[in-house]
């Protein structure tokens, strides 16, 4: 018996090939965006989770509230912090801090720039990684150790032992041997830390000036901290008794506000940090909950599609069948027998598009990759195997896809269906359930042609947005600060200045670019209320040109006037705001402010000019008020920044060469403003990308759907076309009859799913500061496409049928 | 065999009911061959599908070897239909996916007593009998009319039912091939089946021993003759 309903099957599909195709390519699509996007939110999701005890080990997040300024989350924290907790609460076992640090690795015949980590010699006991070679107990107890990824330790000691081998490491000018004590295996791609080489920290390994700034004080934040909490519930009541602890420990000297307004700690368990950095300082690689959220809602609508379609499609060739299912009935079949003869047809189906759908997923997963830069991988069994979730979705699909056609085809009266020459086609109510799920089909695939609009449109807003700064011609050197150039770098800048090709060259004490939370508290006179904290930017000569920022009023500063440089130590110094700057201290317009006397520090400054808010980071970040001032001493910290114009590679070599004189065993290195920015655009990038491509194949699964309805309901109404030709009804009317049938389901998609679509972009856009404003466009478009797509679909199908010959049409029924 | 007594089947849509059976009263005894005639409309067919239990009256009693059929579940009436019926159709209804073989083995598929072996000697048989032997591997569509319809008695003959319903058997045949079909049904009643045909053909009529003639859903002359 299964043998005999095979055979039918598959003859069946075999004579009704279109429907077949339309069928298993619109559930395997369905099933390939399913996975495809399933592995990227699970991507999203299983950050972190693999590192061992992960839910034990608690990162000590900061959000800074300062007055006047959004408050800022970042997992910066004082080196003091995590020290301090720790003593206070003895529910923390263990705990690390991390700084980033780039060193130098001096080699035999060349020195390279290598990213390290220098963490406290507890780093092992609260990260228990999976270590390769060497005594992760021991391997930072040692000052001069450093631990190597597998992937590091085989670059330098490519005969493969590592362990034990010695390493000249030059950190902050000094230069010493480490002793490689363990490799560890390679993070994997879904964790927050990015480790590739780990020293211990020490405070004697920095200059002396410089300890006290960096480990003893509360307005340094320049480490990021983690502790080992196994006891349930400690981290919670630690971070319940939060602001105690500041109250209690936070040395208020320095700092611009009361400080529990200012600093709010939290503990934060490893799983949760990718998610909870993307409202932060630290936006670059983590992802927005709500983005991957919406990206499921994406998979399983377009699953739901695609079962959809397969529903509508099924019911629709179950009356090419209704005569084998009357005559099996004479014949003594029961309902059940046929019930179950079309649910297992469904599942078989279900399952070929599932591995359809499989096959298109391996295929794509490269391209996918490739494209946005992640590594999904179909894995086919255990913890994170696909099958299991696969075979959930083919059971799912099939018994939901299935069951309707099946208890619709199984109903047909056989004397009814036998007496007529025509085939039923589950009644009105048939009808009625086809036209529901085809506008439930037009209305999901709508709103996301409409969402996926307005993603675009914001994508091409924020890559061609006017950012306040001319983003070409300009590169950013942070290895200025470097000691290699002390004593060099004023010359260095003016042989910068004299290069062909150059226009500006400029130093200040910050990239604008790394965000800086430097703040100063300014007042008006007159003003009451919490003094407003600024950033504070101290800038060089030529500055403003070098970024390419625009004036909105006032002048720039003059490296000629003295009153407008902080190193000249006259009184009455002239200060620059950006537009923020001016709204935060409460001046109505940026003229109003100029020649206005301010209040730093108690010290009173003169705004001379005002510049454009200029975005140097995430769309998602407010701009800061910035107040700058000039110096044309030695800054601090510097970072220069060239203007150029003409060939960037030329410019870029004749930059190099100079540097390399001054500090020839300094690796020259210039970023663009576009590789700055890449950071924050590319993931909006990608996941905007692949929201759009669930989209498209959305709009194609109704398309096939659609296409599938019409050669079923134009076939079943070629005799009404033939009467109404023979009672005078031109081809032209035919045709308006059937495509108008197709559209109605289409302008009632619409209507619903604008509204719906407004409601969610409105709600996705308000994550971003820089936003597209929403447009008419971004909801007509998807609705003429889709009405364009509609009228293509139907177009072949309709016109044969409007074109038969009437006697033709007639006979044939 | 059949007992039916005061069957009524109404169709009824929102604001018209029409009576297409009124007050039949029937019996037909086991080896009969009874011939049903009448015009169109006059509710043959329905009669046919009543006795064949694909539709169910309205109003009246019908005892199928001493069992009320009208209170049947759709399950005992499927294994019933499984178990002793057999239907010839004017329009054949073979199914065009399946070859002739695979459409005559479609009289044993829901009987689920046999052997795959016993079923294909059952279906060699049928086949045989009715002469389509040669053309079992075909599809419906690659055979004439008379060979379709001969397909299909071997379909309704292959599981031995006691009762065979023919509904205008030879009404889409040319006279020949009418004829043919008429013969081997005629066999068939020889052999013991008890045969009920709605027909158009007076000729086809003579060649049954009963003639029950109607006319507006009902019975208005049951005639027997001697064979």
């Not at chain 1, 069948?321 to 469904?346: H, Y």
């Not at chain 1, 720039?556 to 705001?577: I, Q, W, Y």
């Not at chain 2, 499927?78 to 199914?95: E, M, P, V, Y």
């Amino acid at each position: 018996m299964p043998g005999h309903h095979m055979r039918t099957l598959y003859r069946t599909l075999n004579r009704h090939r279109l429907y077949t195709a339309l069928n298993i390519a619109g559930l395997a699509v369905g099933i390939a965006v399913f996975l495809t996007l399933m592995l990227t939110v699970r991507f999203e999701t299983g950050f972190n989770r693999w590192i061992p005890d992960a839910d034990n080990i608690h990162r000590l997040n900061l959000t800074l509230a300062f007055p006047g300024r959004p408050s800022q989350f970042t997992s910066n924290v004082q080196a003091v912090a995590m020290p301090a907790l720790a003593a206070d609460y003895p529910q923390i076992e263990a705990y690390t801090r991390l700084m980033g640090a780039s060193v130098r690795i001096r080699l035999a015949d060349r020195t390279v720039m290598q990213r390290a980590t220098r963490v406290d010699p507890d780093f092992f006991e609260v990260f228990n990684l999976p270590v390769v070679a060497g005594d992760a107990s021991t391997a930072l107890s040692d000052p001069a150790s450093v631990v190597l990824t597998e992937t590091l330790a085989g670059t330098f000691f490519p005969n493969g032992q590592a362990l034990g081998e010695t390493l000249t490491l030059i950190a902050g000018g000094r230069e010493s041997v480490y002793t490689v004590t363990a490799v560890i295996r390679d993070l994997p791609p879904q964790t927050s830390l990015r480790i590739e080489m780990l020293i211990p920290l020490n405070r004697a390994d920095f200059p002396l000036e410089e300890q006290a700034r960096l480990f003893d004080v509360w307005n340094n934040f320049s480490t990021t901290a983690y502790a080992r909490i196994s006891e349930p519930g400690a981290a919670e009541a630690i971070n319940a008794d939060m602001e105690n602890f500041v109250i209690r420990r936070v040395n208020p000297d320095n700092l611009p506000a009361p400080l529990v307004e200012v600093l709010r700690y939290d503990l934060m368990a490893l799983p949760h940090i990718h998610f909870a950095d993307a409202r932060g300082h630290d936006a670059a690689g983590a992802a927005d909950p709500a983005v991957v959220r919406l990206l499921a809602l994406v998979a399983v609508m377009t699953l739901a599609l695609a079962a959809i379609n397969y529903i509508n499609l099924a019911t629709a060739r179950s009356s090419l069948r209704a005569r084998e299912v009357a005559i099996r009935k004479t014949l003594g079949a029961t309902r059940g027998a046929l019930i179950i003869q079309f649910l297992s047809e469904a599942m078989l189906l279900t399952l070929l598009a599932a591995l359809f759908g499989l096959a298109l997923t391996e295929l794509a997963l490269p391209v996918i990759n490739a494209y946005g830069g992640t590594q999904l991988a179909l894995t086919y069994v255990g913890p994170d195997g696909v099958l299991p979730v696969l075979l959930g979705a083919v059971v799912v699909v099939g018994l939901g896809a299935g069951a309707w056609p099946a208890l619709v085809i199984s109903r047909f009266a056989p004397a009814a269906v036998l007496a007529s020459a025509r085939s039923p086609g589950g009644g009105r109510a048939g009808a009625r359930v086809r036209s529901a799920l085809v506008l439930a089909q037009f209305t999901i695939a709508l709103i996301f042609a409409m969402c996926a609009a307005v993603m675009l449109a914001q994508n091409h807003h924020m890559r061609h947005a006017d950012l306040g700064f001319e983003r070409d011609g300009l590169l950013i050197l942070e290895r200025f600060s470097w000691p290699d150039l002390d004593g060099r770098r004023a010359s260095l800048l003016d042989q910068f200045r004299n290069t062909p090709g150059v226009i500006a060259a400029t130093v200040s004490d910050r990239s604008p670019a790394t965000g800086s939370i430097t703040s100063a508290n300014a007042a008006r006179l007159g003003h009451s209320g919490a003094e407003p904290s600024l950033v504070m930017e101290i800038v060089g000569e030529d500055y403003f040109a070098a970024y390419g920022l625009r004036l909105a009023a006032g002048r720039f500063f003059d490296a000629d006037n003295r009153l407008d440089d902080a190193a000249s130590e006259v009184d009455g110094r002239n200060v620059m705001l950006n537009e923020t700057a001016v709204r935060t201290l409460g001046f109505p317009d940026p003229q109003a402010a100029i020649g206005e006397p301010v209040y730093l520090f108690g010290n009173r400054v003169t705004v001379t000019g005002v510049v454009r808010d200029a975005r140097f980071r995430s769309p998602r970040e407010v701009i800061p008020p910035v107040l700058y001032r000039y110096s044309s001493g030695d800054i601090e910290g510097g970072v220069a920044a060239v203007r150029h114009a003409g060939d960037p590679a030329g410019i870029r070599a004749r930059l190099e060469a100079l540097w390399q004189e001054a500090a020839p065993v300094l690796p020259f290195e210039a970023e663009t403003a576009d590789q700055l920015l890449h950071a924050y655009y590319a993931p909006e990038d990608h996941r905007s990308r692949l929201f759009s491509l669930g989209a498209s194949v959305a709009m194609l699964i109704g398309a096939l759907g659609l296409y599938g309805m019409a050669a079923f309901v134009t076939a079943r109404r070629i005799r009404e076309i033939g009467i109404r030709k023979t009672l005078g009804a031109s081809t032209g009317d035919a045709l308006r009859l059937l495509i108008g049938q197709f559209l109605r389901p289409v302008v009632a998609a619409s209507v619903i799913a604008a509204p719906a679509a407004f409601w969610i972009m409105t709600v996705w856009l308000d994550r971003f500061d820089d936003r597209v404003s929403l447009s008419v466009l971004h909801f007509t478009v998807p609705v003429l496409g889709a009405l364009v797509i509609a009228v293509l679909t139907v177009l072949g199908h309709a016109v044969a049928a409007a074109r038969a010959e009437p006697a033709r049409a007639l006979r044939a029924n | 065999m059949i007992a039916l007594s005061g069957i009524e089947r109404l169709y009824r849509t929102e604001e018209v009911e029409t009576a297409a059976l009124g007050q039949i009263a029937l019996e037909i005894s086991q080896g009969e061959f009874v011939a049903v005639t009448g015009p169109s409309g006059c509710g043959k067919s329905t009669l046919l599908n009543v006795i064949g239990m694909i539709d169910r009256p309205t109003a009246g009693r019908y005892m199928f070897y001493d069992q009320d059929v009208c209170a049947a579940s759709e399950r005992t009436l499927a294994g019933l239909r499984a178990r002793h019926l057999g239907f010839i159709f004017q329009t054949f209804n073979l199914i065009d996916e399946l070859t002739i073989t695979e459409n005559v083995e479609l009289g044993l598929v829901y009987r689920r007593t046999l052997s795959g072996t016993e079923r294909r000697i059952r279906v060699a048989e049928a086949m045989d009998r009715v002469g389509i032997a040669h053309r079992a591997r075909h599809f419906p569509h690659q055979l004439s009319g008379g060979q379709q319809q001969r397909a299909a008695i071997a379909r309704a003959i292959v599981g031995h039912p006691e009762l065979i319903l023919a509904d205008e058997p030879t009404g889409n045949l040319d006279s020949r091939n009418g004829s043919q079909v008429m013969d081997i049904l005629q066999g068939l009643n020889a052999q013991g089946a008890t045969l009920v045909m709605v027909t158009h053909s007076p000729a086809h009529a003579d060649m049954a021993g009963r003639v029950v003639e109607m006319l507006d859903g009902r019975i208005v002359a049951d005639v027997r003759r001697r064979a």
